[in-house]
């Protein structure tokens, strides 16, 4: 009686739908209209039975926003705004659950609670409350009553769905361990101290991160069905964007664009910690998040980190599959497409009898194709300043390097995605579980900015986080990708756009640690520099020290932290006779520029002189370094090593050229002094009778 009434119910839900369907395809094909998008549009009318129908048709309904190329975008569109907000169940039963399971009257457990909740999902809904024992604000959720039923008949349904489907269709493999694998997830999500458990685990997994936060558990109040937790006091996204419309709105004149400027920049701000956030998860720590709406992130008012809610699932990424997704990711950004297939292998997505030579074939042609088209379309910002070298134009970089580049927008993420998909689609990948949730957090992030700024450059906030996990990751796979990125294999470092565009990308994630470190907006923003010179200079005066413009700064600290061992192996790889020769004139001119402002600065002595561990430590790999480059300098044919000569002596000459003419201006400026003294002196009594002067304004 259970599976038919069950049954009925669904069915009758999917026959509205169908309605739906078919009468927009009537006004389409037979009387060539077509409906404006409403309450009655299939995909909306979809949407909203998936909340009626409750906790396992959600999350089904949210995994297939994740496939545009299974259920079409305009459904996926939908569907991946789907928050699961439901009718709230009576606060009269949620208060009886809470007393029965904590086993005392709600008045002793807390001193204030909400007549209502403030928020009502498919499992559960929560409560605001003050502690009786304390008076901390906390957060209490309570589980829906009978929801664990609902769950488990459904997932028998589906279970048997898929048996018949897959006996029809003659399939030998077992398909019912997705309904198993479903339910798995969902059940573990009824126990909120699963939940609790997850919080903490991701807590401890991001603690490096300092914008990142997640609320506390009280575990003397959480039970199975009752979960009390900090309370947090932030806006999620939508709030925030409404909370923008609102300050326009009451705003004129410069009030207005200040009001603006603040709103972009809080957005702005909640989006970059997000994909950084994201992509740690998926790379870094393995921990990621299973629900990553929108709805689940608060930009915590008070000291503007971003928060992360709901810790019912969470999802465990492999170090093998994290590696090999790294991997993927900087050869999908520099275009290796036969390395980025064996990436896919390494990831289990491709099928037995894959044609692996086809597949990188259709994948170069399917980017070519789409960074075509956006160059077309203008996307692009048409200036020289893609970070190579000069006379390089920007086109030219864009379609070398598609994602490292700091200054293109013609590859968006969703465009990114939809590519992605179509190729999945056709050679039938097989996606893990965890790729549907970084395609779902990080689609909503970039949809959250470009509503305030359509030039925001989501992989470009996101690249230093693959760029900078790659320069301190000491495991061999992930250090022979690095030798592969930086060195050509005659030992030179490879002199194109490349290496300039991955030290861009490191020294621009530098400056948004050292922008959290100083509690400024992470990822804050001016335009990115034109040339790797230029990112260096304003690295140099981000870091606050040194002069102005002491650009060798941050290269030195760059190569001689003790935490860059991984760049710095490559370094000692690298032979400076054979790159010095190979490399353009124009990047020669860079990198002597870099070179003269390091040695003038006065901070290259302060290090030799200094004797605290640190400097001890960062001489002792310095010497290392030199000691290996001459090893190979020695080794080098004489022509390359002529190459280096003459690039070092016009080095010395250009410093010993600024030396003297920094000598010659303090000798004339001394001299200068003494002429005005002498010449007062000489006026002596002139200058005792005369008046006093008047203050100078300056």
């Not at 597949?359 to 077309?376: G, H, P, Q, S, Y």
């Not at 941050?554 to 400076?576: K, T």
Request: charged fraction near 20%; include cysteine.
């Amino acid at each position: 009686m259970l599976v038919a009434r069950r049954v009925a119910q669904v069915g009758s839900y999917l026959m509205r739908w169908a309605a739906a369907l078919v009468s927009a395809r009537v006004d389409s094909a037979i009387l060539g209209v077509k409906r404006p998008a409403g309450a009655d549009a299939p995909a909306l009318v979809l949407q909203g039975l998936a909340v009626k129908l409750g906790p396992t048709f959600v999350k089904l309904a949210q995994t297939l926003s994740m496939r545009p190329d299974l259920i079409g975008e305009a459904y996926a569109a939908v569907l991946a705004e789907l928050q699961d907000n439901v009718a709230p169940f009576d606060t009269e039963v949620a208060f009886q659950i809470i007393e029965s399971e904590l086993g005392a009257p709600l008045g002793q457990v807390f001193s204030e609670i909400t007549p209502q909740p403030i928020a009502s999902a498919s499992l559960g809904q929560v409560y605001r409350a003050t502690l009786a024992a304390d008076g901390q604000q906390v957060a209490v959720k309570v589980q829906r009553p009978g929801v664990e039923d609902t769950i488990a008949l459904d997932v028998y349904l589906l279970r048997q769905t898929i048996g018949v489907a897959q006996r029809a269709a003659g399939i030998s493999r077992d398909l019912r361990v997705l309904a198993d694998e479903a339910g798995r997830s969902l059940y573990e999500e009824l126990d909120f101290r699963v939940e609790a458990s997850n919080a903490a685990e991701f807590r401890r997994a991001h603690a490096y991160m300092p914008f990142i936060a997640v609320p506390g558990t009280m575990w003397r109040y959480t039970t199975r069905h009752v979960l009390v937790s900090e309370w947090v006091d932030g806006r999620s996204p939508t709030q925030l964007l409404a909370a923008a419309e609102q300050e326009l709105a009451e705003s004129a004149g410069s009030e207005a664009i200040d009001a603006r400027k603040a709103a972009r920049r809080r957005v702005l701000s909640l989006v970059r910690m997000g994909v950084q956030c994201s992509l740690a998860q998926l790379l870094v720590t393995g921990v990621m998040h299973g629900d990553p709406h929108s709805g689940n992130l608060l930009l915590r008012k008070d000291d503007g980190k971003l928060c992360y809610l709901d810790f019912g699932l969470v999802v465990r990424v492999t170090p093998e599959h994290r590696q090999a997704m790294m991997s993927a990711l900087v050869h999908l950004g520099v275009g290796e497409w036969e390395k980025l297939v064996a990436d896919m292998q390494a990831l289990d997505l491709l099928r037995p009898g894959t044609d692996k030579r086809q597949l990188a074939i259709d994948l170069r042609n399917e980017f070519t194709a789409v960074m075509a088209e956006a160059a077309a379309d203008g996307d692009g910002d048409g200036d020289d300043q893609g970070g190579a070298w000069e006379g390089e134009g920007h086109a030219q970089l864009a379609s070398v390097l598609p994602l490292l580049s700091l200054t293109t927008t013609a590859l968006s993420f969703a465009t990114l995605t939809r590519v992605l998909f179509r190729i999945a689609f056709r050679y039938r990948f097989l996606l893990p579980v965890y790729f549907p949730l970084v395609l779902r957090a990080v689609s909503s992030l970039e949809g959250v900015a470009l509503s305030v700024d359509r030039k925001f450059k989501l992989i470009s906030a996101g690249m230093p986080v693959v760029l900078n996990q790659l320069l301190s990751d000491r495991r061999p796979a992930a250090q022979a990708l690095l030798r592969e990125l930086l060195l050509n294999a005659d030992g030179s470092l490879r002199s194109d756009a490349t290496t300039q565009q991955i030290l861009q990308v490191w020294l621009a994630a530098a400056d948004q640690a050292a922008a959290a470190a100083a509690g400024e907006e992470v990822g804050g923003a001016g335009a990115p520099p034109a040339s790797l010179a230029a990112s260096l200079e304003l690295g140099g005066r981000a870091e606050g020290e040194g002069a102005p413009g002491d650009a060798g700064l941050d290269l030195a600290a760059l190569l001689l932290d003790g935490r860059n061992a991984p760049l710095r192996r490559i370094a000692m790889d690298a032979n400076p006779a054979q790159t010095i020769a190979g490399m353009p004139p124009a990047m020669r001119q860079q990198l002597k520029e870099i070179l003269v402002e390091a040695l003038g600065s006065g901070s290259a002595a302060a290090r030799l002189t200094d004797e605290s561990p640190a400097a001890r430590a960062q001489r002792k790999r310095l010497f290392l370094l030199f000691k290996s480059s001459l090893n190979k300098v020695f080794r080098s044919p004489p022509g390359s090593v002529l190459a280096l000569l003459a690039f070092s002596a016009s080095v010395l000459l250009t410093l010993a050229g600024q030396r003297a003419a920094a000598w010659m201006e303090r000798a004339r400026a001394a001299l200068a002094a003494l002429l005005r003294r002498a010449s007062g002196g000489g006026g002596g009594n002139q200058a005792a009778t005369a008046p006093p002067a008047a203050p100078a304004a300056a």
